[in-house]
Nanobody
């Protein structure tokens, strides 16, 4: 079992930035996929960005050029740097990991973009 704990959400104004962090409770091999999904009210959970070792990051079209995903394997942590935030980025952001075919989710962190 792996627990994923997100942090870094909050309330920001349009155009501002936030960085989300997700720490895994144990060492996750570099072959594991880690990333972020989000869910806005009334919408299904949707991919934001995922990172697989040896491959280019997979980013949703709506965030490409504004969001960056990175990973620190030594700290069992994945990050989501979100720049130029828009109101439509408002959602609960969930950390995700796929390890040897098993999928894990964090509890979610709220991001609200509003003036």
């Amino acid at each position: 079992q792996v627990q994923l704990v997100e942090s870094g959400g909050g309330l920001v104004q349009p155009g501002e930035s936030l960085r989300l962090s997700c720490v895994a409770s144990r060492t996750i091999g570099s072959s594991a996929i880690m990333g972020w999904y989000r869910q806005a009210p009334g919408n299904p959970r949707a991919l934001v960005a995922t990172l697989t070792a040896g491959r280019d990051p997979n980013l949703a079209d709506s965030v490409r050029g504004r969001f960056t995903i990175s990973r620190d394997n030594a700290k069992n942590t994945v990050y989501l740097q979100m720049n130029s935030l828009k109101p439509e980025d408002t959602a609960v952001y969930y950390c995700y990991a796929k390890i040897a075919g098993d999928r894990y989710w964090g509890q979610g962190t709220q991001v609200t973009v509003s003036s």
